[in-house]
């Protein structure tokens, strides 16, 4: 059977994928938070790179600017939660 040939949902809704990325950086950064182990955080860290490479796309693309400036706050903010987690690892 043939591979449909439409657009991925992620090309046609950079914002939506944008979001569904950025929510699920702040669970694996609450994640990290709770549990500071190095493997939590490694998780968290690659969790907020799809992020910001799905920033990048939707800040290209003029995707509803409000709410990508708003998730690029949400992701400055898991970054720096993020770095405290892995000074407390790397203390350890």
């Not at 949902?9 to 190095?38: C, G, I, Y």
């Not at 720096?80 to 203390?91: A, F, K, N």
Request: glycine share 0%; hydrophobic share 35%; net charge negative.
């Amino acid at each position: 059977m043939a591979k449909d040939s439409k657009p991925s949902w992620k090309k046609e809704h950079p914002s939506t994928f944008l979001s569904n990325s950025v929510l699920k950086a702040d669970r694996s950064v609450k994640q990290a938070m709770s549990h500071p182990e190095e493997m939590a955080v490694e998780h968290a860290f690659n969790s907020i790179s799809r992020a910001e490479n799905a920033l990048s796309n939707a800040e290209q693309l003029d995707e509803h600017m409000d709410t990508v400036q708003q998730n690029k706050k949400q992701l400055d903010v898991m970054k720096r939660q993020l770095d405290e987690v892995q000074e407390i690892v790397e203390e350890e």
